[in-house]
């Protein structure tokens, strides 16, 4: 069936997989920004994860960039370690390499 055809009120729906909402959720929930952003003396802009890491601005990406791949980065961690192992997905990933 392919569902670009279908009006976006006929597509087919199914459960939201409990875990999967869940590992998103606490995805968001683990990585937030943490205090107010600082400028090195090197004139790098930085500011604390809750996670622990820091995110910086680089020579060729802004911290808004690195906050928003971060997030995605760890939404996509989350999710890949209760996707179920069918799932047909952009990047393959064995059960032995599911990330950690």
Not at 21 to 30: F, L, N, S, T
């Amino acid at each position: 069936m392919d569902h670009d055809l279908l009006p976006r009120d006929e597509l087919p729906t199914g459960p939201v997989s409990a875990a999967m909402h869940r590992a998103k959720a606490g995805a968001r929930a683990d990585h937030v920004t943490v205090g107010q952003a600082r400028l090195g003396a090197d004139g790098s802009a930085e500011i604390d994860c809750s996670c622990g890491m820091v995110l910086t601005n680089g020579p060729d990406w802004s911290l808004d960039e690195h906050i928003r791949l971060h997030r995605a980065e760890a939404r996509y961690v989350a999710l890949s370690r209760v996707a179920p192992a069918g799932m047909p997905r952009l990047i393959p990933v064995g059960a032995d390499r599911l990330p950690r």
